[in-house]
């Protein structure tokens, strides 16, 4: 069995959701490992990741507009507020959300779905760069 790891640097340039499917099939295809299995990491805890339709960026509007309804971003709800009020409404989507993604592989690419793309939701307002961290076991 082998096994490969690295970490995706990425900058999200505005709160919501963005799609990360690319970078994270082309890592995977270069590893040399045509079956196996995939995690997918979010270091942080202000942004998460997903696997959601990638065919109506609908879809992904009405879901950030359901967060921002479940967590918004009224700093009198909070006791956390050091960082601006985008900050506790951002750790409340992350543990509404996953940070780890387990995806299989086959022919050295991430077994999705014909509608399914893996995103990278930044929770906060400003850009930060957020690392994610591939680790692929398999042959």
């Known amino acids: 069995m082998k096994q490969a790891q690295s970490t995706l640097s990425i900058t999200a340039p505005r709160r919501g959701f963005h799609e990360i499917t690319a970078e994270i099939a ?4 270069g590893q040399g490992i045509a079956t196996g299995l995939l995690t997918v990491f ?14 109506d960026p ?3 509007r009405d879901l950030e507009s359901f967060l921002d309804r479940l967590a918004p971003e009224e700093p009198a709800r909070y006791r956390h507020t050091a960082e601006g009020p985008d900050d506790m409404p951002a750790h409340i989507k992350g543990v509404l959300t996953d940070t780890a993604l387990t995806i299989p592989v086959a022919e050295a690419r991430p077994l999705l779905g014909t509608w399914q793309g893996i995103y990278l939701i930044e929770h906060r307002d400003r850009p930060s760069a957020r690392r994610i961290v591939l680790h692929l076991m398999g042959e």
Do not use: K, M, P
């Not at 082309?26 to 295809?29: F, L, P, R, S």
């Not at 979010?42 to 065919?55: D, K, M, V, W, Y």
């Open 26 to 29: 082309g890592w995977t295809a």
């Open 42 to 55: 979010c270091r942080h805890t202000s942004a998460s990741l997903t696997i959601q339709e990638n065919a």
């Open 58 to 60: 609908d879809v992904l």
